[in-house]
Nanobody, 119 residues
């Protein structure tokens, strides 16, 4: 599985941005997709996750009510709609796909997309 993020860029505090993550390869094996972020000096943290069927979602407390994770299975693309952005949301955002089973279990990462937030 290969993942390519897009949609990052400078945004003002209070603004909105939508990130995309296009998956290719053995996408049928994906069980969970997620967005993580990492700010300078901080550990990578989970932002939002979605089960493959889209029936289950999970959000970090810091983004609940502001961010929405979604996916378009026909396009093999996952999205992160970010509203009411805050300076503390500034980070590199990474797309993650988890799948397979047993010896074939994997975690796959995209290259990351930068989201600076100006105050």
């Amino acid at each position: 599985v290969q993942l390519v993020e897009s949609g990052g860029g400078l945004v003002q505090a209070g603004g909105s941005l939508r990130l995309s993550c296009a998956a290719s390869g053995s996408t049928f094996s994906i069980t969970t997709m997620a967005w993580y972020r990492q700010a300078p000096g901080n550990q990578r943290e989970l932002v939002a996750a979605m089960s493959n069927g889209g029936r289950s979602t999970n959000y970090a407390d810091s983004v609940k009510g502001r961010f929405t994770i979604s996916r378009d299975n026909a396009k093999n693309t996952m999205y992160l709609q970010m509203n009411s952005l805050k300076p503390e949301d500034a980070a590199v955002y990474y797309c993650n796909a988890h799948g397979g089973a047993g010896w074939g279990e994997y975690d796959c990462w995209g290259q990351g997309t930068q989201v600076p937030v100006s105050s």
